[in-house]
């Protein structure tokens, strides 16, 4: 289990999409300055029972994929997160039992010919709270609170760069 420490609905905006991410390995980040000059990147130790935390990244985060997002196949257009080191631990908030599924919904999707996914919120759709982070220092954990549209719940993902594309960044 990949922990998340838990606390409004958000409404569905028809200007958002919902990516596909095919089930690939992504890269998981949060914003708190802009798109790269200060990135949290998603990071889970290999202890079960651990939780996610964020730590501060460069663009040289994105060369590797950590976590996929694997589609339920829910009629709730759901995805299932797991770590791509043990796909058999799935992402869930400490305070659920069983599968947990997250709504992701996107301002950007697959942009750039990537599978990519910009400014998402994620929502379980049972509780209607947002996974969060904050602008806090390295080990950061997420947590389940009330959404409320902040930049500390809006997350990016993206498949792992190469060199190459990693150098445009810098």
């Known amino acids: 289990m990949l922990g998340l420490t838990s606390a409004s609905p958000v409404a569905p905006r028809a200007d958002l999409c919902r990516p ?5 390995a992504v890269s998981a980040f949060g914003y708190y ?9 998603w990071y889970a130790a290999p202890e079960e029972g651990s939780h996610v935390t964020l730590r501060t990244a460069g663009p040289e985060a994105f ?69 969060t982070g904050s602008s806090a220092d390295t080990g950061d954990k997420l947590a389940m609170k009330a959404c409320d549209g902040s930049l500390g719940q809006q997350f990016g993902f993206v498949q792992a760069l190469t060199d190459a594309q990693v150098s445009v960044l810098v």
Do not use: M, W
């Open 33 to 41: 300055n802009d798109h790269t000059e200060r990135i949290k990147e």
């Open 20 to 24: 596909n991410f095919q089930s690939l």
């Open 63 to 131: 060369k590797t994929a950590e976590f996929i997002l694997e589609f339920s196949g829910q009629p709730s257009n759901t995805h299932v997160i797991k770590q791509v080191a043990n796909t058999q631990r799935d992402l869930k908030a400490s305070t659920s039992d069983g599968t947990q599924e997250f709504s992701i919904q996107c301002q950007e999707c697959n942009q750039y010919g990537l599978i990519d996914a910009s400014f998402c919120t994620i929502v379980d759709p049972r509780t209607q709270l947002c996974v």
